[in-house]
C-alpha cells in the first residue's frame, strides 16, 4: 500500500469517527441556545483544555511553523514563542472575566454595560471578519495537503477538497452544536500531540540525545551556515522586515485574546474557576507541542536539507510529512510509508477540527448578534438555534468560495492577519469593557471600527496583496503600506479609536451597570 492510499484510509477513518460522534450527539441534542452554543457547559477542566488546545493548534502551527524553522532557523522559531506567550494574556487579563460576564459570544461581555444594538453589530461584524479570515486559510491548507498527498499539483483535487472540509464542517455544527464539535478537538489534540511527540522521539534518537548536534547539522545542511542559528535570516535585512517582525509579534501575542472561537470555549465550563484551569491545561499542551516543533524544524533542516523543503514547497509547509518519509527509512520503505501517512491524516484532523470550532463561534455571532439586533420588532421570529444553523451552512459556503478562489495563491499572511483583526478590534474593546469605568458606548463601537478597518486597509495596500511577485495579485501595484502584517499600525489604532469615543461622548458613563460588571467579573455573582 502506499503512503497515499493509506493517508487516505487513516483520514477517512476518522471522517467516520467524527461523523458517527456528531450523528451520536445530534440524536441526543436539546434546541436550547445553551447547548448548541456552549454544550451545556458540562465540561470539566480538562476536558475544554482538550478542546482548546485542539483548537488553537492549527495546520499553520503543525505545517506552518516546522516548515518555517527548516528555513529560516532562529527566525521561524520565534513564531513558535509568539504562540505559546500569548496564553499568558488569556491566563491572566481574560479567561476567568469574560466566563463569568458573558453567555456565549464576545458581544455579551461587552453589551452587558452598554447599549446592545450598535455594540453587538460592531462586534458580531468583528468576529465573522476575523473567523472567516482564519476559515479561509485552513481550506486552502487542506487543498494543498490533498495536491502533496496525490503526489502533484492537481487543481481538481484541491478543489474537491476545499468542497468536502466545507461540507464536512456545516454538517459537524449543523447536527452536534458544541458538543460534538468539542470531542472532536478532544480527539484531534490527541492524535496531534501523540504524532508530534512520536516524530520529535526519532528525531532525538537518531542524533543520541544531543540537541548541540542536531542544530550543528541543521546549520550546515542549510545552506546559511552559522547564521541559520542567529536571528536576521528572515526579518533582519533591513528595518521594513525589523518593523514587520515587532507588527506580527504584537499580532500574534495580543490576538489570541481576541479569538471569536478561543473566547467562546470559555463559556463550556461550569465557573470561572474551570475556564482559569482549562487555560492552564491548554497552557501545558500547547506549551510542549510548540516545543517539539522547535524539534521538527531543525529534524527538517538537518535531515532532510532546507533546499528539499523548499523544492518540495517554496512556503516550507510540508517540512513534517518530508521529515516523516525519511525518519521511517524513506519514500519506499514500509516505515516511511506509515509515518507519512500518520502525519498527512494528523494533519487533516486538524483542519478539520479547528474549521469546526471557527464555524460555530461565527454562526453564533450571525445568530446571537447580528439577527438578534437587526430582526425588526414585531416581525416573524426564527429561534436563535435554527438562524445559527443557517448561518453555519451560509459561511461553509463562503469559506468554500473564497478557499477556491484562493486556492493557488500565497495564503500564509491569512493567519496572521486573523490575529491582527483579532487584536485590532476585538481585544481594545474587550479590555476597555472589563477594566475601564467611564468606557461608553460610541467609544466600544469606535474601537471595534477604529481597528478593523485600518487593519483590511493596510493589508490591501500592502505588499501581500500587490506589487511584488509573490504577492496575491503580482501583476498590478498599489501598495503604499510597507509591512506585511498591519498589527504595529492598527492595534494602536484600536485602542485609541476606544479612547477617543469615550472622551466625545455626550452619554455619561453607566456607573451602576459598570460597578455591576465589575462584581461580577471579579466574583462570579450572578454570572450565568
Request: aromatic residues 10%; glycine residues 12%; contains cysteine.
Amino acid at each position: 500500500m502506499t503512503h497515499q492510499t493509506l493517508a487516505l484510509v487513516l483520514f477517512s477513518a476518522f471522517v467516520a469517527v467524527t461523523l458517527a460522534i456528531t450523528t451520536w450527539v445530534g440524536r441526543k441534542r436539546h434546541g436550547s441556545a445553551e447547548e448548541f452554543y456552549a454544550g451545556g457547559r458540562l465540561f470539566s477542566p480538562m476536558e475544554n483544555g482538550f478542546a482548546i488546545a485542539g483548537d488553537y493548534m492549527s495546520a499553520a502551527s503543525f505545517l506552518g511553523i516546522s516548515g518555517l524553522i527548516a528555513l529560516f532557523g532562529y527566525d521561524g522559531l520565534l513564531y513558535s514563542v509568539g504562540f505559546l506567550v500569548a496564553w499568558l494574556v488569556v491566563l491572566f487579563l481574560v479567561a476567568e472575566l469574560v466566563r463569568n460576564c458573558g453567555r456565549f459570544t464576545m458581544a455579551d461581555v461587552v453589551a452587558s454595560r452598554m447599549r446592545e444594538r450598535p455594540v453587538r453589530i460592531a462586534a458580531g461584524t468583528s468576529s465573522v471578519t476575523v473567523s472567516v479570515l482564519y476559515l479561509v486559510a485552513q481550506m486552502v491548507g487542506a487543498g494543498s495537503l490533498v495536491a502533496l498527498l496525490l503526489g502533484g499539483k492537481s487543481g481538481a483535487a484541491q478543489a474537491w477538497t476545499v468542497v468536502g472540509v466545507g461540507a464536512l464542517m456545516v454538517i459537524y455544527v449543523s447536527l452536534g452544536g458544541m458538543r460534538a464539535t468539542t470531542w472532536i478537538q478532544i480527539v484531534k489534540a490527541v492524535l496531534l500531540m501523540g504524532g508530534t511527540i512520536t516524530l520529535t522521539a526519532l528525531v532525538l534518537a537518531r542524533f543520541h540525545g544531543d540537541v548541540d548536534q542536531l542544530l550543528r547539522t541543521a546549520a550546515a545542511r542549510s545552506g546559511h551556515g552559522s547564521d541559520f542559528l542567529v536571528p536576521g535570516l528572515k526579518y533582519g535585512g533591513s528595518w521594513t522586515a525589523r518593523f514587520d517582525f515587532i507588527s506580527l509579534g504584537l499580532a500574534l501575542v495580543l490576538g489570541t485574546a481576541g479569538l471569536p472561537h478561543i473566547l467562546s470555549r470559555f463559556y463550556t465550563v461550569p465557573t470561572a474557576r474551570a475556564a482559569r484551569r482549562s487555560v492552564v491545561w491548554s497552557i501545558g499542551l500547547i506549551g510542549s507541542f510548540y516545543l517539539m516543533t522547535i524539534v521538527l524544524g531543525f529534524g527538517a533542516a538537518a535531515l532532510v536539507g532546507s533546499d528539499a523543503v523548499r523544492g518540495s514547497n517554496a512556503a516550507g509547509n510540508t517540512a513534517v510529512p518530508l521529515l516523516a518519509l525519511d525518519l521511517g527509512g524513506g519514500a519506499d520503505s514500509t516505515g516511511g510509508t506509515v509515518l507519512f501517512a500518520v502525519v498527512a491524516a494528523v494533519a487533516f484532523a486538524t483542519i478539520l477540527a479547528v474549521v469546526a470550532g471557527i464555524t460555530l463561534a461565527s454562526s453564533a455571532s450571525v445568530a446571537h448578534d447580528l439577527y438578534a439586533s437587526l430582526r425588526r420588532r414585531g416581525g416573524k421570529q426564527h429561534s436563535e438555534v435554527a438562524v445559527a444553523r443557517v448561518a453555519a451552512a451560509g459561511i461553509g459556503v463562503l469559506a468554500i468560495a473564497l478557499g477556491l478562489l484562493a486556492r493557488d495563491l500565497n495564503v500564509a499572511f491569512l493567519v496572521g492577519l486573523a490575529f491582527a483583526v483579532a487584536a485590532s478590534a476585538n481585544l481594545p474593546v474587550l479590555l476597555y469593557s472589563l477594566f475601564w469605568r467611564n468606557f461608553t458606548t460610541r467609544g466600544a463601537v469606535w474601537s471595534v471600527y477604529g481597528g478593523l478597518v485600518p487593519a483590511l486597509v493596510l493589508v490591501v495596500l500592502s505588499p501581500v496583496v500587490s506589487g511584488s511577485p509573490a504577492s496575491l495579485f503580482p501583476g498590478v501595484d498599489f501598495q503604499f503600506f510597507p509591512l506585511e502584517n498591519p498589527g504595529l499600525i492598527s492595534i494602536p489604532l484600536g485602542f485609541l479609536a476606544g479612547w477617543l469615543g469615550t472622551v466625545t461622548s455626550d452619554e455619561p458613563p453607566d456607573e451602576a451597570r459598570h460597578a455591576e460588571t465589575e462584581v461580577r467579573a471579579l466574583t462570579g455573582a450572578g454570572a450565568v
